[in-house]
Structure formats: structure tokens, C-alpha cells
């Protein structure tokens, strides 16, 4: 790996210091999760201004959400006898309390893929669906049970669908993308692959591949359209604005793509591209990663000291302005900042390990920090290090200074596996993600356990982890946190425990995830503890390690 400069460009490797969750304070101030008989996801997530979080996903079978606070369960009134997917929308508090859900149906597969926040606590959804969908206000349907169409709503702090559009077509159309600008408006994505009707106006689709990108008012209305096609296939897969109510879109294509009358060709079989559109929908530029290899972007951030971020993948090496990147495991993801005014890159830097490294969701924070959330599968590299995932599936969490450098690295996940879909950042600086996961997980002090197959979770981060500093209750002699490093992790024959020098002797304790103690023993600190695990089944363990003064949580897994 390398980390270079070449001109206004720079290039770089996951190699300044990273951190595991293990190794660092309590980084989650909770975990929830909610669910029901069968399936339920958060697939996007976004901080209200009323201070409130709004959730959106998809359902499968009555849902049962727990009240951490009460301990009771709530059941939800609508039922759904199809088993089909349906939307699901709720409303957080900031410790995670459930202040109001909904389920919207239909008699087909209804999928919400995007959220937006705007004014007065409101909020924008939109996704796709086939056969007929059920909002309060409106009925929307396709003219084919087998038909994809898109729909965009508004709703209001309550629950309350002000209003819900959606195309029609001589052909399936589907929603990519949605964000709102700084005036309450919403900037809607789609594709589509025949004649588009949107409101009173029908597009014509040319050959190959075609997409949009539309203004809505408050009120639903269409205020401006702007299509792009491509020979092959192009894909729209992201949308942000900016403070001056500038449009910028990202995605990736095949053969040529085409858009405000910039026309580009692919490079190798996919190229990622990114573009950016005045408030009036004129295009200004339109820009590929000029890398001969396959890549795309999948997510897209703007800060608010002009910032410009873009998240994405590739799974070869390639070079790019004659620095080579290299390509780690399946799928490596990256991060690259762009300037607003022409789209000139200025740095990319990447994450990856042995397997598949994939990026989902993208933000800023009040410093303009990058911080992207997503999964990754066998292991994670940095620095000399090595992060196991404990199970198939696990979470990341990775900030990215203005400059291109990499600043932290936080992961998680139980013995199953887990998906990260959506993340936000409220007004204090916390970070929220969402997603979903199987069976049960561990964050830290929180072991959620599913109430279905698959269930939703909601976890907040500690702001002041995140900037740094430690919170206040470390300060505190009587629940300091040991900075402990456990490895190899996975571990087959012996684990190694540094310990750090400590007034007081440890109890070092090994439990399972079902409580169990394994094994345990009372250790003096400043030594590395050989702890023998070549006994033990394969699976997910606790270390604990206190005395009166200080503590620490390690997760171990053991790997036979």
C-alpha cells in the first residue's frame, strides 16, 4: 500500500491510525433493535430538524417493536396476511425510543430505498412497487401485476402522508436515488427503460439505457426534469444537494453515458461517474473516474465548507494518474473528494481486507470529516493489523479527514451476520446507523437478539469518541476503560492479553455469549496473559478484565 501526492491529487491508503471498538472506550451509548415474526429492515435513516431520527424499511409479517424503557411490547395494528413486502416508517428519539411507527401496504412488492429530511420536522420517501400500494391520501398502481413503478411522499412529524405520486410507463421504472435542498424541496432519481408518464408529461426513452433526475416542490409538483441515457446500462445510485441548492449525482455505467450534452466512454467494462446540476436542473459538469478498471460509486456527501465526497468500489488494481491503487480481497471500498466548482478529484483513499469490503452509507460531520458506514466479510487491513469479522457479516464504521487521511476505524457485529444501510448525524455530533441483522448481534455492552429471522437496529455513537475525547465518565478513577489488545483474533490454540501496567490486580474473565464462565483468574497487569482456548468450542466469547479502579470488554473468537 502507498499514500502519495500527485499535483492537486492524492492518493491514499487506510494507513494512519485506526481503532477497534475493543480498544477504545465505550463508542455506543445504546443499541435497540425491533421486529417481528419474519423479516424487518431499516434500509435508510436521516435526522430530522425537529431534532427527531426517521426511519424507513420494509416488513414482512406483523411487527413487535420492544420498549427498552418499559420492557413491554407494542403490537402493530396493521397486518399483513400476503406476506409480501411492505413500507415500513418510523420515528426515534435520540435515546432510541419509538415515538410512532406505520406500516404502508400494498398487494405486491413494496420496497422504500430512500429517505430525506426537510423543513418543519417533515420528510420525503421514495422507492418502487408493483400491483397496487395503499397510502392514506392516495392509491397508486402499475397496469401490470408484474410492473415496477416509482412513488416519492411526503410525510409529516406525525406519521401523516401529506401527499404520494408515482410514474406510470409502457415499462417498469424504478427509483434510485432521493435527497431534499436547503428551500423544502426533493430531488428525485430514477430509471426507466420505455415511455415515461410523470404527472401530465410523457417522456420518450431512447435506446439503451435511461435515467432522471426531477425537482419536487412541497406540494408534489414537478418543477424541472433532466434525463441522461447510455448505449449499455447506466445506473443512478446517489443524490445530494448542497447549501446554494446545487444537485450533484453519482452512479456508474457501461459503454457511453450522456447527460446535459457531455458525452463520456467506459474506460474498461464499468466506470463510475459523478455530476453536478445548478438549482434551475442545467448540468454544469459531468466527470467519470478516468482508472482503467471496473469501479462505481454507490454513495455521495457534500459538507458544508464545500466538501465533496463520494464513496465507492472496485476489485482490480488500477492506475490512476500514474500512482497505482491497489485492489484488496473481492471488493475494495474507497472514498474520494471531488471540488464543487469543475469536478476535479483531489484525493482517494481506500479500505479493504481479504474478503468484500462494501460502503452503504456516506456523511459529513459539523468538521468535514467523511464517515462512511457499511459490511465487510473475512477481515479488514490496516496499518499492520488485521480485523477478523466474527462472523460472516460485519459492521464498520471509518472516518476520513478533509485531507485524504484516514483517522479511525471502528467495527462490530455477534456470531451472525449484520448489515449496515443507513446512518445520520443529529445536531450534537453523534452518529446514528441502522440496518439489520440475523439471529442476534453484540454492540459492545448491548447483545440484541431477533425477534424473527431478521430484525432492525438502531445504534448511536458517541460524539465524543468520535472527536477524540474522551467522555467525561472516564475521567472517573472508579470506571476507567483498560486499553487492552487481544491477538490473534480469531484464535485456534492461544490467545495473547497485553495488559497494560495497573495499580490493582485483574480478574480476567472468560465467559460465553450465554454467560457461562470458562475460565478465570486473578492476574497482576503490565504482562502479556497466554490464555489457553485449544479446549474451547468454536464460537463468540466475552473477555471482562477488572478491579476496583478500572475495566475492560474484549470480544474473542475462538476458531478451531
Known sequence: MLSRAFNALFIGTLLLTAVQ????????????????????EI?????GSDGNLYAAGYVIAPIVVTDTLAGTDTLIVETDTLLTPDIQLLAFDTTGGVIWQKTIQGTGNDRVSNLA?????????????????????????????AQSQC?????????????????????????????????GNALLGLHFSDTLILQSDTIAATLGSNFMVLKLNQAGEVLWRKTGSGSQNVTLTALTTDAEDNVYACGYFTGTIAFGGILYYALDETDAFIAKLD??????????????ANQSFGAIAAGNNGELYVNGHFNESFVLNADTVYALGANTAFIARYLPGNGTLQWLTTLGGQGITSGNCLHTDNNGNAWLTGNFTQSLLFNSDTIAA????????????PNGASDQLYTTGGAYAETANGCTFDADGNLYVAGGFDTQ???????????GSYDYFLARLNALILTGIAPPSENNNSNR?????????????????????????????????????????????????????????RGLYVLHLQNGLQQATVKLVVWQ
Open 390 to 401: 466474527q462472523a460472516e457479516e460485519d459492521l464498520f464504521v471509518w472516518k476520513v479527514l
Open 117 to 145: 429530511a426537510t423543513v418543519n420536522g417533515n420528510f420525503f420517501v421514495a422507492g418502487s412497487f408493483t400491483d397496487t400500494l395503499y397510502f392514506e391520501t392516495d392509491t397508486l398502481g402499475t397496469t401490470g401485476i
Open 43 to 47: 434500509t435508510c435513516l436521516n435526522a
Open 151 to 183: 412513488f416519492a411522499a411526503l410525510v409529516n412529524n406525525n406519521s401523516q402522508v401529506q401527499w404520494a405520486m408515482q410514474t406510470l410507463g409502457t415499462a417498469s421504472a424504478t427509483t434510485a436515488a432521493l435527497a431534499a435542498d436547503a428551500a
Open 441 to 451: 448481534t453484540v454492540m459492545e455492552g448491548d447483545t440484541l437478539t431477533s425477534q
Open 481 to 537: 476503560q483498560l486499553r487492552v489488545s487481544v491477538y490473534p483474533n480469531p484464535a485456534s490454540r492461544v490467545a495473547n492479553v497485553q495488559i497494560p501496567l495497573t495499580a490493582q490486580p485483574l480478574q480476567v474473565t472468560l465467559v460465553q455469549t450465554d454467560g457461562k464462565i470458562v475460565w478465570q483468574q486473578t492476574v497482576a497487569g503490565g504482562q502479556t496473559l497466554q490464555l489457553p482456548v485449544y479446549n474451547l468450542p
Open 21 to 40: 471498538f475493543s480498544l477504545r472506550a465505550q463508542v455506543f451509548d445504546w443499541a435497540v433493535s425491533g421486529g417481528g415474526a419474519l423479516f424487518n
Open 279 to 292: 438549482a434551475a436542473g442545467n448540468v454544469v459538469w459531468l466527470k467519470t473516474l478516468p482508472a482503467t
